[in-house]
């Protein structure tokens, strides 16, 4: 059991747009601590995708964005093309539990 | 821009003794940042296991903190794990990385390096 709450899976068609949402709870995102993304590829290391919940590494498409409101956070993916699918990961702090992710969701691009 | 790579044994027993090494090339281990282990179970999410700074200040995951030790080797610029009383339970992708020590994004990964407990 994740201590942030993600789907496990989403699905779109290309050109749509996907949003993927990071539930958490007073004790990490709701506290103030950032939030941030990572795309895994299959078989290959999760990347950085957004970090401080809605900034972008160099070379990552402004096609993705990230928000962040009380205790939850979101990534979008507009203009959804076939390479973007892959497992989503959201990742925070906790002041109990230390660094925490999310169980991660499945984006599945039809 | 900063390299990591994870080595180590890929074959244990159970109850043995996980370590395993990550070497940090271009750019200094000697930085303002997290050098971090995370792990991820085949088929499964990912875990943070723990995290050290180059002074040595060592923060870890409350569920694995009695198994875990992480330690820094600056003289040879790399970070090792180890994780004691292995079960298969501890079969796992095992990826070091480095962390911002302001808001704990994890810019740079390793290929991780597979690790299979079993007797």
């Known amino acids: 059991q994740s201590v942030l709450t993600q789907p496990s899976s989403v699905s779109g068609a290309p050109g749509q747009t996907v949003t993927i949402s990071c539930t958490g709870s007073?004790?990490?995102?709701?506290?103030?601590?950032?939030v941030h993304w990572y795309q895994q590829l299959p078989g290959i290391a999760p990347k950085l995708l957004i970090y401080?919940?809605?900034s972008r590494p160099s070379g990552v498409p402004d096609r993705f964005s990230g928000s962040k409101s009380g205790t939850s956070a979101s990534l979008a993916i507009t203009g959804l093309q076939a390479e973007d699918g892959a497992d989503y990961y959201c990742?925070?702090?906790?002041?109990?539990?230390?660094?925490?992710f999310g169980g991660g969701t499945k984006l599945t691009v039809l | 821009q900063v390299q990591l790579q994870e080595s180590g044994p890929g074959l244990l027993k159970p109850s043995g003794t996980l370590s395993l090494t990550c070497a940090v090339s271009g750019g200094s281990i000697s930085t303002s940042h997290w050098w971090t282990w995370v792990r991820q179970p085949p088929g499964k999410g990912l875990q943070w296991i723990g995290e050290i700074s180059h002074s040595g200040s060592t923060n870890y995951n409350p569920s694995l903190k009695s198994r875990v030790t992480i330690s820094v080797d600056k003289s040879k610029s790399q970070f090792s794990l180890k994780v004691t009383s292995v079960t298969a339970a501890d079969t796992a992708m095992y990826y070091c990385m480095r962390g911002d020590m302001v808001t704990g994004f994890l810019d740079y990964w390793g290929q991780g390096a597979l690790v299979t407990v079993s007797s």
């Open positions: 990742q925070s702090y906790d002041s109990l539990s230390g660094v925490i």
């Open positions: 401080n919940h809605n």
């Open positions: 007073t004790s990490n995102i709701g506290a103030g601590y950032e």
